[in-house]
Each structure stands twice: as C-alpha cells, then as structure tokens.
C-alpha cells in the first residue's frame, strides 16, 4: 500500500506560483556599474591590456565585483523562499561553487599578465566523461586550465583534438582570445564556496579580478553549481527540497530596465538534477517549457564552444532516474 504525504499532492488549482522561476530570480547576481577610467599601458609590473589613446571612459564593472557579488551568498548560501505542495512555506538556503568558466578578451594579454605555468594539453587531462559507477557526486578532482588563443596552445574541452591552428583560428574569429578556463570535477562534498575559490585563483590569475566588462567578450561566461544545504524551519520527509541546479550566467552583461547604476547576470541556460514532482515543476505556469528551453540552450552552447563541461554531463546522465 502506498503512503502518501501532504507534499505529494498537486498544487492548488489556480495556483500561478512557480518555485522555480523564484528560484531562478534569487539567484541572480546584480553587479553595481560605474564610469571605468582609461588603462594605462603597461608598466614594469604587468597587469594591464594594451589600450588604444583614443579609447575613452566607459560604464561597466570589472569582474571582482561579480565574485563580490557572491561574498554573502558563499557565506551563507542564497535564500530561496519555497511554497510547498500543502501551502506551507519554507526558506531553502542554496550554496554557489564554480562548476566552470571561460573568459575571452578582446585584445591579446602580455606575457607578463597572462599565467602560462599551468598549460596542460588535453591527452595529459583525465576525461570530463571519466566517471567512476559507484561515484553519485560527479567526480573526484578538479583540473584548472589557463590559456590565450594567441599562443596556439586553447585548451577548449579535455576531449577536443588538439588542432592548434584550428583552434587558435576558431577561438579568434568567433569568441576573443582565451585567457582563462576552469572544468570543476571534484565532488560537491569537497568543493569550497564560490567566492573561496576564485579568491583562490586570483592568486595566480590577476586578470579574473582585474578584468573589466569592457574587456572581455560576450562568450565569456560561468556555471554555478547550486546544491541545498539547509532549510527554515526544517522541512522532513520532502524529498522534493533534495533539487540541485546548474545555472549557466554571462560575465558581460548589458544594462536593462530602469535602474542605471546596476547590471543584473541572469542565467541564461539551467540544467536540474533531482527536481522531482509538482513543487518545482507547476503544470499551471510554463515551468516545463521553461526546463527544456534552458536545459536545451545549456546544450547548445556547450556544443558550439565545444566545451566538455563535467558537471553537465554529471546532471544529464542521472536526472531521469528514479528518486
């Protein structure tokens, strides 16, 4: 005989809540714009792109203030307030890590602010595909690539052909130059907060702090991965609140709306894993299409970066299967 709990039920009829897109706005990081002051060309110390002269002032961000835009959230975890299926509420606190980025310039850097200690050529780098069977948390390690098109060493997926002219050829034409790259393959467990971790790598990575909005290309861009850590007050027995998602952001947003001092980088693919039931998914909005859309446009442009991101094909492959 099959038990059921108040949280297997539908939604109430008429309901136009959807869990999901709240989700979706909560996670959203705002980036705060202001007028960005002409670079100058390098001094002996490194850390600054070729400018033209001519090059005025010009609003945008630099890209510490989208880790800092993290700062609380890597603390605490983003609140997300939740419906359940009886009509009771609760806050579901959700924790960001870096599951993968890809930082493309629109000029070429020095040598002296480009890191080139670190360039590892696919045939050395375990598979992004390499996972162990009884592995349920989506891998064990994780590998950190940095590279620039104008070395004729991209690095763009651990599976590519190592084709250098094709794709230093590719990677110029299409996206910018390559400065940077991360494929985050450790399991969840291990993995440190977002902002942890990329106060990890500007370490050695200046340009992930210092690089501005104006810089960088629209290909740029970054996967968050977002898993529960806790909820207010404690909800048992809702298997429902277990969903993880995997939320795809640009890193060179452009303004919208009214407000003129603040740039929102929503996302614009999501891949889930474990959204079970109706709690996520309301039949009485456009959730599902939303789902496949997003899941879909996570696909594409993976594919056309040809980018072969660990934690996309960790979702993919189990978020069928039975809860």
């Known amino acids: 005989m099959s038990v059921f709990s108040p949280w297997d039920l539908p939604l109430p009829y008429a309901s ?8 979706l706005r909560c996670i959203t990081p705002v ?6 002051p002409k670079k100058c060309n390098e001094d002996s ?26 700062r609380e959230w890597s603390a605490y975890g983003v609140d997300v307030p939740i419906v359940l299926n009886n009509g009771d509420c609760v ?30 050529k696919p045939e050395n780098v375990s598979s992004c595909n390499d996972d162990d069977d009884d592995d349920d948390d989506g891998g064990s390690r994780s590998e950190i ?27 110029m034409d299409q996206c910018g130059y390559l400065y940077y790259q ?15 971790k990329m ?11 210092d690089l501005r909005s104006t810089e960088i290309s629209p290909y740029s861009w970054m996967a ?34 009214s407000n003129k001092e603040e740039i929102s980088l929503p996302p614009f693919a999501v891949v889930t894993f474990k959204l079970f039931g109706t709690l996520w998914i309301n039949p009485e909005t456009s959730d599902k299409d939303t789902i496949i859309c997003q899941q879909t446009a996570a696909s594409n442009w993976l594919r056309q970066l040809q980018f072969q991101h660990h934690d996309f094909n960790f979702f993919m492959s189990r978020q069928f299967q039975n809860p």
């Open 16 to 23: 136009n809540h959807s869990n999901l897109q709240c989700f």
């Open 45 to 70: 110390n490194g850390g600054y792109l070729e400018t033209n002269e001519k090059e005025r002032d010009e609003e945008g961000y630099s890209l510490s203030e989208v880790w800092e835009s993290y």
């Open 182 to 196: 991360y494929n985050e393959m450790a399991s969840p467990y291990d993995r440190v907060p977002l902002q942890v």
């Open 31 to 36: 980036v705060p714009t202001r007028l960005l």
């Open 145 to 171: 690539y940095n590279s620039s098109a104008s070395s004729n060493d991209s690095c763009l997926s651990s599976e590519a052909a190592w084709d250098e002219d094709s794709t230093q050829t590719n990677t």
């Open 199 to 209: 106060n990890e790598l500007g370490k050695h990575y200046p340009g992930l702090f």
């Open 91 to 120: 806050v579901q606190y959700y924790s960001p890590s870096l599951s993968a980025m890809q930082i493309y310039t629109f000029k070429p850097f020095s040598s002296s602010f480009r890191g080139l200690g670190n360039m590892v």
């Open 224 to 257: 968050i991965a977002w898993y529960p850590v806790y909820q207010i007050p404690m909800a048992t027995n809702v298997k429902e609140l277990s969903a993880c998602f995997l939320t795809y952001h640009p890193l060179s947003g452009s303004r919208t709306g």
